[in-house]
């Protein structure tokens, strides 16, 4: 049995994923449906995970 070869867009997704080690961020996933995002995840070729940050705000003085 002949492999499908991935569509256009599922190709473009794999390789957004692909050149970052870390993986994408939402921001460049964005240009992607939720849909295509599912169906890359239930084909195991990716993952979601959350990441929460807080900065820490300080206070700078020009007189120091």
Known sequence: MARRSPSRTR??????????????????????TVEQMVELGRAGLATAASRFEVARLRRWSRDA
Request: hydrophobic residues 50%.
């Open 11 to 32: 190709r473009r997704a794999l390789e957004l994923l692909a050149s970052s080690r870390d993986g994408a961020t939402e921001a460049i996933m964005s240009a992607f």
